[in-house]
């Protein structure tokens, strides 16, 4: 099983960028397909981005589309989130997740992710 760490996380101001990090460790990272989700107070956790394991495909859910990219860096069993022009409703608990099943495409759907890390805090407030 891989155990997974975020960072990154911090209050910001509206229009900055921010850049999170995910470490894995244990089982051989490249092996699954791994994504960010986010979780508003008060709100269900919803799928932010995801990537396949090779890097090559990637998914974005719509309101971050062209703002947030997602990438992955396999020899250093790490998955990053760039946020740009981050907005208030940006504001969640940021988790990435790792998907050990064998499907070629992402899964959109929070359930369908094995592992998650602690989840690290991003703000975005003036």
């Known amino acids: 099983q891989v155990q997974l760490v975020e960072s990154g996380g911090r209050l910001v101001q509206p229009g900055d960028s921010l850049k999170l990090s995910c470490v894995g460790s244990g089982r051989s990272f490249r092996d699954f397909i791994m994504g960010w989700f986010r979780q508003a107070p008060g709100q269900e956790r919803e799928f932010v981005a995801a990537i396949s394991r090779a890097g090559g495909s990637t998914w974005y859910a719509e309101p971050v589309k062209g703002r947030l990219t997602i990438s992955r860096d396999n020899a250093k069993n790490s998955l990053y989130l760039q946020m740009n022009s981050l907005k208030p409703e940006d504001t969640a608990v940021y988790f990435c997740?790792?998907?050990?099943?064998?499907?070629?495409?992402?899964?959109?759907?929070?359930?369908?992710?094995?592992?998650w890390g602690q989840g690290t805090q991003v703000t975005v407030s003036s």
């Open positions: 997740a790792a998907d050990y099943s064998l499907r070629v495409e992402a899964s959109l759907s929070a359930p369908d992710y094995h592992v």
